[in-house]
């Protein structure tokens, strides 16, 4: 099935971005994941129609995109899985809210129109964001920030471990749709006489995997306890990308810059 | 003797034994293959050896007697590796799995750190040190797998199916890896020519008995008592028959 | 169903961070008391699994489409409530950070609204009381266990579909995104859920029977038929559901008279100004409504982070005057630079190393 190679090719393209070299990924993942968080808290605390004062906060992904050199084809495609929701929500906008707000020439730009925009706006700004963080930061550098912002050891070995078993449990199911496939042309998901036994039979036999599993941790000692390797400190240079981006989001988010700058060229 | 088996029996639901009154010993730095067709009671030997299922009679390991108090002090000695390197190799990256059993049996940092250096080049696998499980290849895993129970220093090493799924070169360099160990190896697999390569002694089970124990070359070239126990003569002895 | 970060003020998103939070916290820690590092590799792989086995396509026959698994459900039968939450989190969050389903601010959001009605609600509001019941004992008790398996995931799957559905409308409300009426949204949300609650349940349904039959050990709740809990049981339902249905109501109208508007026009398809007289109301008189209403736009107030949710007239809305579109030009401008001169520089390393 489709979303299935989707998801693995998925995971592979994220891994390869995340395994490259660059300023950005070279950052400590704490450091990246706060100024995410506060990159993503200042664009949604943009006033819906506050379109232009939201439009600088496109610098930073873009300037991102660039020194960490991702291709940002890759993160508009993942836009289609948010952008439905947010497009729902946000189309009703113009019909609803028709209070004009300005007039060029013969084009009247009323309220809805503008808190449709600057809500999509803010739905790719902020999906750009987390996939800039996942894109130049590893799973497991991302779990160290995690532990060290103190989130229960237990949730985040969870999520290594998961995502360690993703990929096993992809193949499988592929695997195993494949299989179905070939014995059954023409259909196009699992027929409901299949429903139960065909996730079913992978349950059990995941279900002894696990045993598998706690089994090799148990030799080798296990008492609840996890290990990883050690993460880098904090650099200066670490702690001075925070407070730019600090101080820039802080600054973009009071005063107006587009309109600034567009006043001087107006007069 | 490194392990002893005394008249071990073994059942799930107390009719049907899986072992039936087993006894055998090996001696240390014996390297000894475990045959036998699917149910014969491999598994159930290699499981009741590490304390994961406990029957009747008396095993011992590494001159310890299997009980409770003697669990951690017997895991510790024993080194096991999995048929599915998926199950065995559950962190992120090689290296900190490597450093998870010695961790966990209290080893300091730099002892740990030490161990997995000198098991890494010993292997040839320096350059897997900080690679993810989930994008190294079969092989690779395989052998990363094989280096996680030599970080732990074992004196005895249990191995499930170490050669399935693997290409010929890979199974050729684990076969390899696997005569070079010193240690006392007890290895249950269908690969007869592997079990040649690397064993010289071979134990027979059937329907939870042990059938013949002896000399590798005698039983696996048994072609009467292989074929009466759901098993034919490894192909590299094949040819050899059919040209007589 | 999963939000999108746009969809929530951070106030909100805070809020719903801070509930999640804590539920985690209290999981983690019921857990560690039952020493259940057992537990740990069955909860990766069963979520790797619930993961994987999300992207299957089930066909829904006489249809041409197709329905998922519903994974809260699934995983609170499978590993109790506590690791099914925990598990469900593990799921979001790698949906969140490798997929962009759903957003990192709105991950809160989205474990409340999917893994905790699932995990739950789902489990001890139906799956606990119904397997322990002894309803249709008569049918033996292997039909019985069959019986109870379909109707414990099929009502399960749809109330937390309807629970989640109705929390994405209040967030939402509650953020100020929208100008959709509250009603309308509700109107629009609830039915579909309902449809696809059905049919998630079913699948479920059908995978939990597959494993009742191989091995029913791995259920919760399978052996404790005749426990003594029976009757303590129903009672704990009974309060469960009157605290449910409370807080749902009490949300429901904070939220519906936070925009009278939207109830209105949910209840009387826009009766516009006729409300008031049918109902022999005066706007005024109708103090509860108006008082939960100040208290609403007061939340809503502090909610927005700043808020000058400002209306078109005013001086505030300086983002849609001609000096900031020409200014947000100039800004685009310099977003095509910086990415050109990225690429330039981008080129001139490969060439120094070429």
């Known amino acids: 099935m489709d979303q299935l190679s989707q998801a693995q090719s998925e995971l592979r393209e994220m891994d390869a971005l995340a395994g490259m070299d660059s300023p950005v990924h070279r950052l400590h993942p704490l450091c990246k994941l706060l100024v995410t968080v506060g990159y993503i808290v200042t664009v949604v605390s943009f006033s819906k129609y506050d379109f232009s004062g939201l439009v600088v906060m496109v610098l930073y992904p873009v300037l991102l995109f660039q020194t960490a050199g991702i291709p940002v084809r890759l993160c508009f495609y993942k836009l289609r899985i948010v952008l439905p929701l947010v497009c729902a929500v946000g189309l009703a906008n113009p019909f609803l809210d028709r209070i004009p707000l300005l007039r060029l020439g013969g084009l009247t730009i009323t309220g809805g129109m503008v808190s449709m925009v600057t809500l999509m706006l803010k739905g790719c700004f902020s999906l750009m964001a987390s996939f800039l963080l996942i894109a130049t930061t590893s799973i497991d550098s991302l779990c160290a920030a995690l532990r060290k912002l103190h989130v229960p050891e237990m949730l985040v070995t969870l999520l290594l471990l998961t995502y360690r078993y993703i990929g096993v449990m992809l193949e499988q199911v592929a695997v195993m749709t494949q299989a179905y496939k070939l014995r059954a042309p023409g259909q196009k998901g699992i027929h409901i006489s299949a429903w139960g036994s065909f996730l079913g039979q992978l349950l059990l036999r995941s279900m002894d995997r696990a045993e598998e599993l706690y089994n090799s941790m148990r030799l080798q000692g296990f008492r609840g306890d996890f290990f990883y390797a050690d993460v880098p400190a904090c650099t200066g240079a670490d702690v001075g990308y925070v407070l730019a981006c600090a101080a820039a989001f802080v600054c973009a988010r009071a005063v107006n810059l587009p309109a600034l700058l567009g006043s001087l060229v107006v007069r | 003797m490194m392990i002893e088996f005394e008249k071990v029996s073994f059942s799930y639901d107390g009719e049907r034994p899986i072992l039936d009154q087993v006894s055998f010993s090996i001696g240390k730095g014996e390297s000894v293959g475990l045959i036998g067709a699917n149910g014969a009671g491999k598994s159930t030997i290699l499981k009741l050896l590490l304390g994961l299922l406990s029957g009747q009679g008396s095993i011992t390991v590494a001159g310890r007697k299997m009980c409770r108090e003697n669990l951690a002090e017997i895991r510790q000695k024993t080194g096991f590796v999995l048929q599915d390197s998926d199950n065995q190799m559950f962190m992120p990256t090689v290296y900190e799995d490597m450093i998870f059993g010695p961790r966990n049996y209290g080893l300091s940092k730099e002892e740990t750190e030490r161990r997995v250096d000198t098991v890494l080049a010993r292997l040839g696998l320096t350059e897997l040190k900080h690679r993810y499980n989930h994008k190294i290849s079969g092989g690779e895993k395989r052998m990363a797998a094989i280096a996680t129970i030599l970080a732990m220093e074992p004196e005895i090493i249990l191995m499930d199916e170490p050669s399935t799924a693997l290409d010929p070169v890979n199974r050729r360099t684990v076969i390899n890896t696997i005569c070079a160990l010193p240690q006392t190896k007890l290895i249950a697999s269908h690969d007869l020519d592997m079990i040649l390569d690397t064993c010289q002694r071979v134990i027979l089970l059937s329907h939870g008995k042990i059938v013949a124990d002896g000399d590798a070359q005698t039983i696996l070239r048994d072609k009467a008592l292989l074929e009466a126990n759901r098993m034919e003569l490894p192909f590299c002895l094949q040819g050899m028959a059919r040209s007589r | ?354």
């Not at chain 3, 979001?92 to 474990?111: K, P, V």
């Not at chain 3, 007061?298 to 001086?315: G, M, R, V």
């Open chain 3, 1 to 354: 169903m999963h939000m999108a970060d746009a969809l929530l003020a951070p106030a909100v998103a805070a809020t719903m961070y801070a509930a999640s939070a804590v539920t985690v916290g209290t999981c983690v820690k019921s857990l560690k008391k039952e020493e259940n590092m057992e537990k740990l590799p069955t909860m990766a792989v069963a979520s790797a699994l619930v993961f994987a086995g999300q992207m299957i396509n089930y066909t829904i026959p006489g249809t041409g489409s197709s329905g998922h698994l519903c994974g809260g459900m699934m995983l609170s039968a499978l590993l109790g409530p506590q690791a099914g939450f925990l598990s469900m989190v593990v799921i979001l969050t790698i949906q969140c950070l490798f997929f962009a389903d759903g957003g990192l601010m709105a991950l809160g959001a989205n474990c409340w609204n999917m893994a905790f009605y699932g995990c739950f609600v789902g489990y001890y509001l139906l799956w606990r009381p119904i397997m322990r019941s002894s309803l249709f004992a008569k049918l033996g008790s292997k039909a019985a266990g069959r019986v109870k398996i379909m109707l414990a995931s099929v009502l399960g799957c749809v109330l937390t579909l309807q629970l989640g559905a109705f929390s994405v409308v209040l967030e939402t409300a509650a953020s100020g995104i929208t100008e959709l009426p509250f009603g309308v949204f509700v109107g629009i949300m609830q039915p579909i859920h309902l449809a696809i609650g059905l049919v998630e349940g079913l699948i479920t349904s059908a995978v939990l029977l597959f494993v009742y039959e191989a091995r029913p050990e791995l259920l919760m709740d399978m052996n404790a038929q005749n426990a003594s809990g029976g009757r303590f049981s129903l009672k704990a339902t009974i309060v469960i559901l009157a605290v449910v249905t409370a807080l749902v109501g009490g949300a429901l109208s904070l939220g519906a008279s936070g925009n009278p508007d939207g109830l209105e026009w949910s209840l009387f398809g826009n009766a516009e100004s006729g409300y008031s007289e049918n109902m022999g109301l005066d706007e005024e008189h109708y103090g509860i409504a108006s008082g939960a209403a100040d208290a609403a736009a007061a939340i809503q107030e502090k909610t927005a982070f700043l808020p000058d949710y400002a209306f078109a007239d005013s001086d505030s809305a300086v983002g849609t005057s001609v000096s900031g579109l020409i200014g947000s030009g100039i800004v685009a401008g310099v977003a095509v630079l910086v990415c050109m001169a990225g690429g330039f520089f981008r080129k001139k390393k490969v060439a120094a190393k070429a």
